[in-house]
């Protein structure tokens, strides 16, 4: 590789506070290299899901429900994942009712392709989804379009405040049932990069969570203006839900966590073949 001259990679992720944070040591410059030359794309979690599946960008955030469908072009990246560790995605509704009451209903959600969708079905196979952007599921909600909404990113910790009542927390149901976290987003890198550059991608991804952590007020700073109207206080809340340990270095209870995922999804039907989890560190996947 030519080291006179830098190889620009196109890095795509969420517009939200979470993904903000994480990437703002490479937004900003603040962390650099001599090989690469970063652009991001901003998109919402589902655009990205259905890029990623043409391999549209060097670097993506995908959902990891998405990655049985990617695996063939993308290797999972060791930091970038987001996991609720007893908490994750809400199901909310105008009014209370449990969890085996959703079964007929109109859920709004946010992609097919989304992990919480995954694990909602999982729970609840049993409903008609209403896929609806991310951020205007309170709106279907409010308008009667869906009896329930499937809320990801800040919507998790402010549902409240819209006057919604939870039904079930996904993450606390997955840890009360399979004692492990739940692995919701990660990054990954095209397979047809060459080596050094995806390590190098990885290298870089996991100090730019290492510096936003270590100067966090500057990092919560720059994201704040993604967090959707939440003020500092939760921003900082939401942002340390998923941005943290997990993030910097795929802990191995995740992968096993993945795998579990992807492992119910095939036996119950809703991913259409077996997969394993696959690292681009293989120091990571020997774990799996």
């Known amino acids: 590789?030519?080291?006179?001259?830098?190889?620009?990679?196109?890095?795509?992720?969420?517009?939200?506070?979470?993904?903000?944070?994480?990437?703002?040591?490479?937004?900003?410059?603040?962390?650099?290299?001599?090989?690469?030359?970063?652009?991001?794309?901003?998109?919402?979690?589902?655009?990205?899901n259905q890029?990623?599946?043409?391999?549209?960008?060097?670097?993506?955030?995908?959902?990891?429900?998405?990655?049985?469908?990617?695996?063939?072009?993308?290797?999972?990246?060791e930091a970038g994942s987001s996991v609720g560790d007893g908490y994750g995605p809400v199901v909310v509704a105008l009014r209370p009712f449990c969890l085996e009451e959703l079964k007929g209903k109109t859920i709004a959600v946010p992609?097919?392709?989304?992990?919480?969708?995954?694990?909602?079905?999982?729970?609840?196979?049993?409903?008609?989804p209403l896929v609806v952007a991310f951020d205007k599921i309170p709106q279907a909600l409010q308008q009667g379009a869906a009896d329930a909404g499937l809320l990801i990113h800040?919507?998790?910790?402010s549902f409240?405040?819209?006057?919604?009542?939870?039904?079930?927390?996904?993450?606390?149901?997955?840890?009360?049932v399979y004692g492990l976290p739940l692995p919701l987003g990660a990054n990954a890198v095209r397979r047809s990069l060459e080596p050094e550059i995806r390590l190098e991608c990885c290298r870089l991804l996991?100090?730019?969570?290492?510096?936003?952590?270590?100067?966090?007020?500057e990092a919560l700073a720059y994201a704040l203006p993604f967090a959707r109207g939440l003020d500092p206080e939760l921003a900082d809340k939401f942002v340390g839900m998923y941005v943290n340990h997990y993030t910097v270095a795929c802990d191995p209870l995740v992968v096993r966590a993945a795998q579990k995922?992807?492992?119910?999804?095939?036996?119950?039907?809703?991913i259409p073949f077996p997969i394993a989890v696959e690292f681009t560190e293989s120091a990571v996947g020997a774990e799996v």
């Open 1 to 48: 590789m030519d080291r006179t001259r830098s190889r620009q990679v196109v890095v795509a992720h969420s517009p939200d506070s979470d993904d903000a944070f994480m990437f703002y040591g490479l937004a900003t410059r603040k962390i650099r290299s001599e090989l690469l030359n970063f652009q991001h794309v901003l998109q919402d979690i589902e655009s990205l």
């Open 51 to 77: 890029a990623a599946m043409e391999g549209r960008y060097d670097m993506t955030a995908i959902s990891y429900h998405a990655y049985p469908y990617v695996a063939d072009r993308y290797l999972l990246t």
């Open 111 to 128: 992609g097919l392709m989304t992990s919480a969708y995954l694990v909602l079905k999982l729970f609840q196979p049993d409903f008609q």
């Open 154 to 157: 800040e919507g998790q910790i």
């Open 160 to 176: 409240d405040r819209l006057g919604f009542h939870r039904v079930v927390d996904l993450g606390r149901r997955w840890k009360q």
């Open 206 to 217: 996991r100090r730019s969570v290492e510096y936003a952590l270590t100067h966090r007020e």
């Open 261 to 270: 995922l992807f492992d119910l999804g095939y036996q119950a039907g809703l």
